[in-house]
């Protein structure tokens, strides 16, 4: 080997050193990130919450619909620094994309290639978006959501697995005489939002194992809204030409397909700033560093505007806006019958859980990223399956009822469509009222004593009075009750309890 060879390898050797780093760290942090994120949606005890609850609260979306203006302006400066390393590092779906990706990058290297921007494509899904917003249609903002979207993932198709193996390790234990572990009795949620989880990883899968990050820059609202700012990062990858041999090395690397080598251009409004395409240059004709204001500007004076731009830039001003206007307004069978499951009562008015204020504020802010149904240690909150407000989370008691010590779901909304509430302020709020339903209960249907539904209401809002040959029968104080269903749920009458609970369309404090 000559010198110059020599040289040309410790040159090789050194650049590598430099470059790697970027694209190694970005990797940790991810890892990190979605290390922090999962076990929220499968913790059922709480203590993960406590410690990282706040991963899920700088969320993009999130953090919009709660009017989080710090954690936007955060996102926003991050953003403008140092481009999007919110999808790399911060959104729990754009690093389960990548996972995906580096499977297929396994099977295949060098599998990508350069594509024009699909911005129709890109403005249509915003505006679907902001539509949904403004008519407050949530089912589809939770559709479209990408931290909700890895909810649902997460606590349909994850937290079976993780409850199994816990119950397994419980088993385990239970046989040495140990009990660090306990068993914990897995509900089903709902079917509807089964599917949808598991349509959606299909769907990520594929997308992610063929053509990288597709989903990201063609159908994710967030990332075209975040692609707008990244356009003008002052930290970017940039490409020297006087030592790019137009290998197109890079570009077939690039999960964002928006490195186009002939014309020594990067589209920076679809980088998700993975460094990926720095680690493969053999030339070290790519780097990321710092361009400055003027460069950033300059480089936006040369692209073309064009109409669909600007209406672009128009209907990111009305997601702020309508984002805004949106958030400112707004199993006992106590001895006396066969153990039967329960049915759900025909409510006139879902029950919304307590810290949601009223129906309204839960329809404008939730994402249904099915956080506050995971949490839920009594398997009161369940997803609902009418369109309107598909896969938000409702109070059913057929399964347990709300226990007025209990505040998990307000912990842990990250939105704001369930407030935060300490023990005194949750046992305050009535959610709804009781409802005695005289053909169900067992005193007057099996001429038996019973009183379960006085004896469990923790607010003393049911009294027994007395009835024919001695039995008595409940009668309801709707002043003093909460809604919290403990009467509903510990009801022997079944299938449909003799006394449920009402929802009411707005809260308030008793």
């Known amino acids: 080997m000559n010198k110059n060879e020599k040289s040309a390898t410790k040159k090789s050797t050194k650049r590598d050193s430099i470059k790697t780093p970027l694209r190694n760290i970005r990797i940790i942090l991810a890892l990190i990130s979605i290390l922090l994120i999962t076990p929220l949606f499968l913790d059922f005890t709480g203590t993960w919450h406590s410690i990282f609850g706040w991963m899920a609260k700088i969320q993009f979306l999130p953090a919009i619909l709660s009017l989080n203006v710090l954690v936007i302006i955060g996102l926003i400066i991050l953003t403008l620094l140092f481009g999007r390393l919110y999808c790399s590092v911060i959104c729990p779906l754009g690093i389960l994309q990548d996972g995906f990706g580096w499977a297929g990058k396994k099977a295949k290297k060098n599998r990508y290639s350069y594509s024009k921007p699909l911005n129709i494509l890109r403005y249509t899904f915003l505006g679907i978006m902001l539509i949904a917003i403004i008519l407050g249609i949530n089912s589809m903002v939770a559709l479209l959501a990408p931290y909700s979207a890895y909810g649902r993932i997460a606590s349909s198709l994850l937290k079976p697995i993780w409850i199994w193996g816990n119950n397994l390790l419980a088993t385990w234990a239970e046989q040495r005489n140990s009990y660090a572990f306990y068993q914990v009795e897995y509900w089903q949620y709902g079917y509807g939002v089964l599917i949808v989880a598991g349509i959606t990883l299909i769907v990520l899968a594929i997308l992610a194992w063929r053509n990288g990050r597709t989903y990201c ?39 964002a397909s928006c490195i186009d080598i002939p014309n020594h251009n990067i589209d920076y409004s679809r980088c998700v700033s993975c460094f990926d395409c720095i680690g493969k240059c053999n030339k070290g004709a790519l780097s990321y560093k710092y361009v400055g204001l003027k460069a950033a500007n300059a480089h936006q004076a040369n692209e073309k505007i064009d109409g669909s731009r600007r209406q672009f830039i128009t209907s990111a001003a009305i997601l702020g806006t309508s984002a805004a206007l949106s958030a400112a307004d707004k199993t006992f069978d ?31 802010h939730c994402t249904a990223c099915q956080l506050c149904i995971s949490a839920c240690p009594n398997g009161v909150l369940r997803p609902m399956t009418d369109i309107e407000n598909f896969m938000q ?88 009750c909460i809604g919290c269903g403990a009467c509903e749920n510990l009801c022997p009458a079944r299938p449909f309890s003799a006394i449920y609970v009402e929802g009411h369309e707005n809260h308030r404090i008793i």
């Open 217 to 255: 820059n063609t159908i994710c609202p967030v990332g075209t809204v975040l692609g707008f700012f990244s356009r003008f990062a002052l930290f970017r990858i940039v490409i020297d030409k006087s030592k790019c041999v137009d290998c197109k090395l890079c570009s077939r690397n690039c999960k």
């Open 393 to 480: 989370p409702e109070s059913s008691y057929e399964n347990g009822y709300c226990r007025p010590e209990c505040t998990r779901c307000s912990d842990v909304c990250p939105t704001g469509a369930i407030r935060p509430l300490d023990i005194a302020e949750k046992s305050s709020i009535q959610i709804g009222h009781a409802v005695w339903v005289k053909s169900n209960c067992v005193p007057i249907t099996d001429d038996v004593e019973c009183g379960n539904c006085a004896r469990h209401c923790p607010t003393g809002a049911i009294t027994m009075v007395e009835y024919k040959n001695g039995h008595m029968i409940p009668t309801v104080n709707t002043e003093r």
């Open 334 to 364: 106590g001895g006396l019958a066969v153990i039967e499951d329960k049915k759900k009562p025909n409510r006139k008015t879902r029950i919304a859980p307590p810290g949601a204020i009223s129906l309204r504020n839960l329809n404008d």
